[in-house]
T-cell receptor, first 115, second 114 residues
Framework: AQSVTQLGSHVSVSEGALVLLRCNYS??????LFWYVQYPNQGLQLLLK??????LVKGINGFEAEFKKSETSFHLTKPSAHMSDAAEYFC?????????????FGQGTTLQVKP | GAGVSQSPSNKVTEKGKDVELRCDPI?????LYWYRQSLGQGLEFLIY????????KSGLPSDRFSAERTGGSVSTLTIQRTQQEDSAVYLC????????????FGPGTRLTVL
């Protein structure tokens, strides 16, 4: 069965600093992996996704993630944090065993950006 | 419409009452999902619809929960005899063809059971 672990429920960085949000997955089949962002009182917005093409995936708002099969990781990075990046971030894997595409989410990481 | 819409945005109900939550997916999207977001359980899958196929109900937490999708478009999630533990944000998502395609989420319905 697929699962996702996000290391660190809260991450705090200074404005302009590197953002690194960690995600490890478990999957018995080649995974589809996603990062979503959720701003307060809003739904989820896709940042980027990996669907077995390039292992380095670029997304919106300057975010990118690298798929590393050997480490079963899909960490999210951004070189320089902005105040507007403060939000909750979810890593998800698409359930490849059921052919439904339903998403299995990590517990989420709240990103705080300090001025 | 331009995106997934959900109504109502907020719903407060009393324990034991029934509630209906509505989702309007993106036009042309054949797949529709319901998820629940709660403090204790995080984001969890509830139910999946794909075209005219039988839905995948494997995530529904109890038989008090049901959902239907009429005409392959609008979906309604019904919770009967609500309990306080049903308090959560209910999110709907839709996607086009292909399980690797992006799921687009609505803004959610925040349900509070008193």
């Amino acid at each position: 069965a697929q699962s996702v672990t996000q290391l660190g429920s809260h991450v705090s960085v200074s404005e302009g600093a590197l953002v690194l949000l960690r995600c490890n997955y478990s999957s018995s089949v080649p995974p589809y992996l996603f990062w979503y962002v959720q701003y307060p009182n809003q739904g989820l917005q896709l940042l980027l996704k990996y669907t077995s093409a390039a292992t380095l995936v670029k997304g919106i708002n300057g975010f990118e993630a690298e798929f590393k099969k050997s480490e079963t990781s899909f960490h999210l990075t951004k070189p320089s944090a902005h105040m507007s990046d403060a939000a909750e971030y979810f890593c998800a894997v698409s359930d490849g065993s059921s052919n439904t595409g339903k998403l299995i989410f990590g517990q989420g990481t709240t990103l705080q950006v300090k001025p | 419409g331009a995106g997934v819409s959900q109504s109502p945005s907020n719903k407060v109900t009393e324990k034991g009452k029934d509630v209906e939550l509505r989702c309007d997916p993106i036009s042309g999207h054949t797949a529709l999902y319901w998820y629940r977001q709660s403090l204790g359980q995080g984001l969890e899958f509830l139910i999946y619809f794909q075209g005219n196929s039988a839905p995948d109900k494997s995530g529904l937490p109890s038989d008090r929960f049901s959902a239907e999708r009429t005409g392959g478009s609008v979906s309604t999630l019904t919770i009967q005899r609500t309990q306080q533990e049903d308090s959560a944000v209910y999110l709907c998502a839709s996607r086009g063809t292909g399980v690797g395609n992006t799921q687009y989420f609505g803004p959610g319905t925040r349900l509070t059971v008193l």
